[in-house]
């Protein structure tokens, strides 16, 4: 089976109400990009916590209706526009040709080398190098696939200083996919290695990966964590993050470490690393470990 995209223009305030009225004439779905996208003129729809946009919203969007190839394209758009109460806007129809989805979605994945020895390998992949470090992760819901610099930043963190400083214990907070839990565990088998997410879906995310990995990784919420976690302070914490969340849980993170533990931090931009640093300062001396397209991760040693 074949489709037809309609594709309509429309200003900030109309994507949301015209999406709505196109899904009651007829079309089969309906999706809202910016128009100014891949241009000096594209705009961010969310902000970091605390600096979100007073609108998530485009200036200009770009409405994209999925219809039948032999539905009735002008009126679906004209009836639309009529039950909004504005003029027919002008519109493009382009193809879109009948393709094996499943498989054109998995080829946009292959596997992600980091570091020096690991690989982040889809399950419908082989591994490059069967003797590396292998991990088995399917893009998912939960953040964390490897091929977001931060998450890269970390798990080179990990990789170099995990087998040096034989930690007995690791606290991933904000494990998203439990990818940096995961890679912890591989790298030092003895270590008790414990994930907290706010979102319950990362959670179960995380779990369901460790248990494809064969990790042994306990993962909680966190109104769980202090009350049914075994190990309350951490010989190395790593929270990949934002910047913002960062800072407001400083005083929370610092108390996780042990005596001589570290702190690995990343979710950072470059020209954000001395505010963060900043708010670290009284527990800890933070320092920039790596940089990467634009983003840090910061690393210290609590005294």
């Not at 089969?28 to 605390?50: I, K, M």
């Not at 414990?194 to 995310?205: F, K, L, W």
């Not at 302070?233 to 800072?247: E, R, T, W």
Request: proline letters at 6%; one cysteine or more.
């Amino acid at each position: 089976m074949s489709w037809t995209e309609i594709v309509i223009e429309v200003a900030l305030n109309d994507a949301e109400t015209l999406s709505d009225a196109l899904m009651d004439a007829g079309a089969l779905s309906v999706s809202v990009e910016d128009a100014d996208l891949g241009t000096a003129a594209e705009q961010p729809l969310f902000g970091e916590p605390g600096m979100e946009p007073k609108e998530a919203a485009w200036q200009r969007s770009r409405v994209v209706v999925l219809a039948e190839v032999d539905a009735d394209h002008a009126a679906i758009v004209s009836n639309a526009a009529k039950a909004c109460g504005v003029a027919v806007p002008p519109y493009s129809l382009r193809p879109v040709a009948a393709q094996d989805w499943v498989r054109l979605t998995q080829s946009q994945f292959e596997p992600i080398h980091i570091g020096k020895n690991i690989w982040v390998v889809p399950s419908w992949h082989d591994a490059p190098d069967a003797n590396g470090l292998i991990l088995e992760l399917d893009p998912g819901l939960a953040f964390g696939t490897g091929s977001h610099p931060t998450t890269r930043l970390c798990m080179e963190w990990l990789e170099i200083h995990v087998p040096l400083q034989k930690p007995k214990s690791l606290l991933d907070y904000g494990c998203g996919s439990g990818i940096l839990a995961m890679v912890a565990m591989k790298l030092g088998s003895d270590s008790t290695v414990v994930g907290v997410d706010i979102d319950p879906h990362a959670i179960d995310a995380a779990r369901y990966n460790s248990e494809r990995n064969h990790c042994d990784v306990a993962y909680y919420l966190p109104e769980d964590f202090s009350a049914k976690s075994t190990v309350q302070v951490f010989d190395i914490v790593v929270a990949n993050i934002l910047s913002g969340p960062l800072k407001l849980m400083a005083p929370m993170l610092c108390s996780r470490i042990a005596a001589g533990g570290s702190l690995t931090l990343s979710g950072v931009l470059a020209e954000q690393a001395q505010d963060v640093i900043a708010a670290y300062a009284q527990w800890l001396p933070l320092s920039v470990w790596a940089e990467q397209d634009g983003w840090v991760a910061l690393s210290g040693t609590l005294k």
